[in-house]
């Protein structure tokens, strides 16, 4: 063999080498440059967030919160599961009701009594339903999902000052 057959035989070994070695290398983006495995999951020390949430984040309040928009007819007889508001011209509103014929009934209440219009309507992956109400004041996202048992929860987050 020659020294430019060998050179080329070696020349043609490296590469290949090279190439099979370059097929075992991690993907892009999986190893962190101290070589740590960025694909594997590492649960955060201490758990998910640093504080617990106050007694008082999970306590329910069944009155409607003082500035609450007349604009949004609550229908009679409606049973709240919470109500409040967030920051300035903007409230939540849960509804419960007695099974998903009652929830409909509640629901179209709403829409009638608020003179809403409904758009952006889907069924929701646990058969409920959520849309986007509107009327000359309010926009509101509207959503039902289940409940404890057979109750349906109606939920609305409402904004003032749209219209």
């Known amino acids: 063999m020659t020294t430019i057959t060998r050179a080329a ?7 290949l080498a090279a190439g099979l070695l370059a ?16 694909t594997e999951k590492v649960e955060p020390e201490g758990g998910s967030w ?15 919160p003082e500035g609450f928009p007349a604009a949004f007819v609550v229908p009679e007889g409606a049973t709240v599961d919470d109500a409040g508001s967030r920051d300035g011209g903007t409230w939540y509103l849960v509804l ?21 219009t409904v758009s952006d309507e889907v ?3 646990d058969g409920g339903r ?11 996202s509207a959503v039902t999902m289940p409940g404890e048992g057979d109750a349906v929860l109606l939920s609305y987050d409402i904004t003032q000052g749209v219209g």
């Open 50 to 64: 640093p504080e617990a949430n106050p007694d008082e984040a999970y306590e329910k309040s069944q009155e409607l």
């Open 23 to 38: 097929g075992c290398a991690p993907e892009p983006g999986t190893v962190a440059p101290d070589g740590r495995d960025l």
């Open 9 to 15: 035989t070696g020349a043609l070994t490296l590469a």
């Open 123 to 125: 069924e929701t992956g």
């Open 130 to 140: 959520a849309a986007t109400l509107t009327s000359a004041e309010l926009a509101v």
């Open 96 to 116: 419960r009701a007695d099974g998903s014929e009652a929830a409909d009934a509640l629901w179209d209440a709403v829409v009638t009594g608020s003179a809403f």
